[in-house]
């Protein structure tokens, strides 16, 4: 069955350094994966999807991901971090088929020190 | 435009009544999921819509929860009996298809039961 783990439930980092979230995945196939975030009393705002070609994905709000088949990871970087940047981070993957509902991790809590 | 609109934002019921939720998707959105969100947690699908037709209901808890979309638009969630670990965000969010296109997601509904 299709799973996520997302191994770091929270992470501090200081405002400007840089960041990563790992995210692990487990799918029988090529997989859909996604990057969310959501901050508090908010619904989840898609920062950048892999679907396919290009392993290197960049997204909004300076983010970007690699998609490593070896590894089944899809971790979350950005050089430099933005106090509007703190916020709860979710990986997911599609489900497959012509459905496509999404398959989330547990999240990771991003704090920002000034 | 507009987004996904969930209502009422905050719905506080106590144990044993019954209780609505409404998500209304973006306008020619034809898929429309549901997932629940327990606090802490990553969001855990419950039931997917192809325009009217509910297609996958198999990630509702119990037969206690009942979704429907009419006419292939809005949306409702139905809880009846409600117990205490039904007190979760409800995310209703929505894509033009499924097949793993991106979903929006509305700001979810925080249901309390006491």
């Known amino acids: 069955a299709q799973s996520v783990t997302q191994p770091d439930i929270h992470i501090t980092v200081s405002e400007g350094a840089s960041l990563e979230l790992r995210c692990n995945y487990s799918y029988g196939a090529t997989p859909y994966l996604f990057w969310y975030v959501q901050s508090p009393g908010q619904g989840l705002q898609l920062l950048l999807k892999y679907f396919s070609g290009d392993t290197l994905v960049q997204g909004i709000k300076g983010f970007e991901a690699e998609f490593k088949r070896s590894q089944s990871s899809f971790n979350l970087r950005k050089p430099s971090v933005h106090w509007s940047d703190a916020a709860e981070y979710f990986c997911a993957v599609g489900a497959g088929g012509s459905q496509g509902n999404l398959i989330f991790g547990k999240g990771t809590k991003l704090s920002v020190k000034p | 435009g507009a987004g996904v609109s969930q209502s009422p934002r905050y719905k506080v019921a106590k144990r044993g009544q019954d209780v609505a939720l409404r998500c209304d998707p973006i306008s020619g959105h034809v898929s429309l999921f549901w997932y629940q969100q327990a606090l802490g947690q990553g969001p855990e699908f419950l039931t997917y819509?192809?325009?009217?037709?509910?297609?996958?209901k198999s990630g509702l808890p119990s037969d206690r929860f009942f979704a429907e979309r009419p006419e292939g638009s809005v949306s409702t969630l139905k809880i009846q009996r409600t117990q205490q670990e039904d007190s979760a965000v409800y995310l209703c969010a929505s894509s033009w298809s499924g097949g793993n296109q991106p979903q929006h997601f509305g700001d979810g509904t925080r249901l309390s039961i006491l």
């Open positions: 819509f192809q325009n009217e037709a509910q297609l996958d």
